[in-house]
């Protein structure tokens, strides 16, 4: 019982911040945007509370605050995010209980989930634009997934891993397995 009361809290946190981080990047001139708040709660979320935990954080999170703050818009970007995002969270988990539990392998994890959920999102994305008729080419694909989202990868690559280690060496990873 203990365990599964942790998991909520703590999916409840990492939703929480997924609604708060991007006001607090938003102020960063430049590169607020392309920091990708709202992907480090939702990984983080993954790896410690488990697959359907992430899926639900990452799926609920851009809409939750598309039908409260209008940010981001609806068509495309929250649907698209959240296709993306609940990868992230499901393909996290599941790499990561297929995997040894060392920090290595953590960015294995992470680096595969994504990978995953920038796949998502672009078939999200071209799905939409397939029924709104707008234009989706594989540059943009590209220059959206990777060329833009470069500060949030390496801001991923830093804090994920690190935060994930030190939730498993204090015994607060609230999985199951």
Request: proline residues 6%.
């Amino acid at each position: 019982m203990k365990i599964k009361i942790k998991r909520i809290v703590m999916a409840a946190v990492c939703l929480a911040l997924c609604y708060v981080l991007p006001f607090l990047t938003g102020q960063i001139q430049g590169i607020g945007k392309m920091l990708c708040p709202m992907h480090l709660p939702v990984f983080i979320c993954g790896f410690a509370c488990g697959r359907w935990w992430g899926l639900a954080v990452g799926l609920v999170a851009p809409l939750l605050r598309s039908v409260t703050l209008g940010m981001p818009p609806m068509f495309p970007d929250a649907v698209s995010m959240a296709a993306e995002l609940a990868t992230y969270g499901f393909m996290a988990a599941v790499i990561y209980d297929a995997l040894p539990k060392k920090l290595p392998y953590t960015y294995i994890s992470l680096v595969s989930a994504m990978l995953c959920g920038r796949a998502a999102w672009g078939a999200m994305r071209y799905i939409v634009s397939g029924i709104s008729k707008t234009e989706f080419t594989f540059q943009m694909f590209l220059s959206g997934a990777f060329a833009r989202a470069v500060p949030g990868i390496i801001v991923q690559l830093l804090l994920v891993p690190a935060t994930i280690e030190v939730l498993r060496r204090t015994g607060n990873i609230c999985r199951e397995s």
